[in-house]
């Protein structure tokens, strides 16, 4: 997976979440996806954001485009897979302590522990 950072910087996320959680041992890990349709694609991104306790917030982020998801719910099934599979994959690689998956309407909610 190619992750940005704010200024287009490719990050590994692997490398880049590890080394974090060395620095930050009570990180939280928040995954997003949101996807708009533009003329005849839709984009999508998946965020990963790195919680550090109230000192904020900074992350990365995963954009692609694709055919047009024409249809709302799987376009809104969609963002739930992207969200899901980044962080099944993440944990899968990196047994982290904690991974919320969060959706935009606040009915679903995944936790790895």
Not at 54 to 82: C, M, P
């Amino acid at each position: 997976m190619i992750f940005k950072d704010i200024k287009g910087n490719r990050i590994d996320p692997l490398l880049h979440t590890s080394s974090l959680l060395k620095i930050h041992p009570q990180l939280k890990i928040y995954i997003g996806s949101d996807s708009q349709n533009l003329g005849n694609t839709t984009v999508s991104c998946t965020v990963i954001a790195y919680r550090f306790g109230n000192k904020g917030v900074h992350y990365i982020f995963n954009k692609k485009s694709q055919l047009l998801i024409t249809d709302i719910w799987n376009r809104l099934w969609h963002e739930a897979e992207l969200s899901l599979d980044t962080a099944v994959w993440l944990n899968e690689k990196l047994k982290v302590n904690e991974i919320i998956q969060y959706q935009k309407n606040n009915s679903d909610y995944v936790f790895f522990h």
